[in-house]
């Protein structure tokens, strides 16, 4: 096989010749166009880049929740977009951690019942499911709060709810999309370190869409997206 | 299950509009149920009509009267057991606003081929030997406060006169379905009192009725009745006492249409109020499903949690609109029991008040729940926020 970032890991996500774009009134709109990289394993990457570059749709379909127009996308060996939706569904729930801008926690649930969410959809047994919830909480430093509901906590704290959600099935790969966007400088930084402690720790695969570039400073690698290129090929 | 509590838990998200939407569909079940009921009331006579008997009447109308001889031939003929008869009297007790059917009846044969009227084996002695005897249905006198002994005066409208009368005994129904409104007395005092003052009127009877051997001869019968008497100076008609019944009702059998036709409209509209509140409420979350969706739960996941909500609302609103319809159909039917000899709720109306709250449950759901599973996770993800 050929261009590797960096020969001695192998890599996790590897997009070949992916293009995507958007039917707007009539008109088509491309928004990636022939877009080829690997993502190493174990890699902390940051996509940057002007607001409607792409970043989101290029994230959106490294992590299955869109579909591409031509390419494919192997992520841990299996062409996603060969899924047919359902398997494209439990292939999410099992294999991709999401972490959003707006935290998307279910305003009716607990903390710990956000976080217990994604494992409904394994065979983990309920006391099982309690112990992976309860550390994921410690993780993210939430185990006193798994009773409130995401109204009852801060901007900050939901979204560590969603990093312990995001984490707790164990995921192949993190996904974060501008997951700072809606917090202040010193919640942000939290998150940014939580998410940093994860890659360095336990090895986590990170791929984060930013537009701050104190949020990217974070990451290990940087990548910047321009009108549906990318234009720095090697970090 | 953790998605059920999601679901109830939705569907107490917005407080007031769930309860406006439960107490919306609660009134809609009632109203229904109670239509139905005045529907199945309406036909309540003939339900409660007897396969194996028949009604002979004058072929030309009902108004018109038979000879009182026709009696001989008819119980001669094959295949009739017993014969009885009827006139409508029409009497007034009081004011036209006391109205209740009343009838001069051949007694003892009338209370044979009606053992659904059912009297005191004493007081049914006492009204067979007085021949101004009279009995009533028990709602009747209890419309009016009658006991036995009681003396009735009824107020002819056909028959010219002020009648005396003397309650000699009540009867019940068997059935739940008997009318108990009725009021008979002695044939022999109407026609007695007729050949003195208008003896033209006398020995006539309004319908014969007949009880057959075996119902399945009914056709049969009312052939040889008709083919009997024809070319005769009254010509008649036979029919089963259920043909009899329904002659009566398609008089009115626009009515009914139209009551049925407007408790199938009562379900319409709240169809389509419930199907706006899940439509306001699957919108409003529709960025959750997709969360939901992104997670990796599935489309039968979302279709599931939407339907539930929708089933759950339109079930609590149907529970308690069912609940509700006994009590006020029992204090309807007090008030309308001169309309409505009998006005139960049937099985049927509860059947058909669950069937249309599944109907409402279903409809109201399909709309969102196809939108929250179809919508690309991308498109409803940017609805948050
Ligand atoms: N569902 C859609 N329909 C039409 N156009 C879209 C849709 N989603 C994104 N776009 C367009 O695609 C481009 C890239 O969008 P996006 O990936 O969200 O950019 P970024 O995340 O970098 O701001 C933008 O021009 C945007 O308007
Ligand atoms: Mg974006």
Known sequence: MTDVSDATVTPI????????????????????????????????????????????????????IDKVDSGA?????????????????????????????????IPVLTAFENVELPLLLTSLSRRERREHVAMALRIVGLADRMDHRPGQLSGGQQQRVAIARAVVTDPTILVADEPTGDLDRRSAEEILHLMERLNRESGKTVIMVTHDPRAAEQARTIRHLEKGFLTDVAA | MLLLKVLVKNAFRHRLRTLLTVV??????????LLRTVVSAWYAGVEASSASRLVTRN????????????????????????VSSANWFGGVYITEKNFFPNFAIEPKTYLELYPEFVLDPGEKEAFLHDRKGAVAGRKLAQRFGWKVGDSIPLKGTIFPGTWQFVLRGIYRGAESSTDENQFFFQWEYL?????????????QVGIYLLGLTNPNMAAEVSRNVDATFKNSQAETLTETEKAFQLSFIAMTEAIVVAIQIVSFVVILIIMAVVANTMAMTARERIGEYAVFKTLGFSWWHIAGMIFGESFFITITGCALGIALTFPVAKSFGQQLSSFFPTFN???????????????????????????AVTIRIAEGLRRIG
Do not use: C, H
């Not at chain 1, 995507?20 to 690997?38: A, H, M, N, W």
């Not at chain 1, 990457?45 to 490294?62: D, E, F, V």
């Not at chain 2, 072929?59 to 017993?82: C, D, H, T, W």
């Not at chain 2, 008040?353 to 969102?368: C, K, N, Q, T």
């Open chain 2, 59 to 82: 072929a030309i109308s009902l108004i018109f009267s038979l000879p009182v001889s026709y009696r001989e031939k008819l119980i001669r003929m094959p295949g009739v057991k017993q």
């Open chain 2, 24 to 33: 919306g569909i609660t009134i809609a079940i009632l109203a229904f149920g």
């Open chain 2, 191 to 203: 026609n007695e009192t007729m050949l003195k003052t208008v003896p033209r009127r006398a020995n």
């Open chain 2, 345 to 371: 709720v049937v099985r049927e109306t509860i059947y058909l008040d669950s069937a249309a709250a599944l109907v409402i449950g279903l409809v109201a759901g399909i709309f969102p729940a196809w939108r």
């Open chain 1, 13 to 64: 996500v590897r997009l070949r010749s992916v293009s995507k774009s958007y039917r707007r009134g009539g008109q088509i709109v491309p928004v990636l166009e022939e877009i080829s990289f690997d993502i190493a394993q174990g890699e902390f990457l940051a996509l940057m880049g002007p607001s409607g570059s792409g970043k989101s749709t290029l994230l959106n379909l490294i992590a299955g």
């Open chain 1, 73 to 105: 996308i192997l992520v841990g060996g299996v062409d996603i977009t060969s899924l047919s939706e359902t398997e494209l569904a439990s292939w999410r729930g099992l294999n991709v951690g999401f972490i959003f801008q707006f935290y998307n926690l």
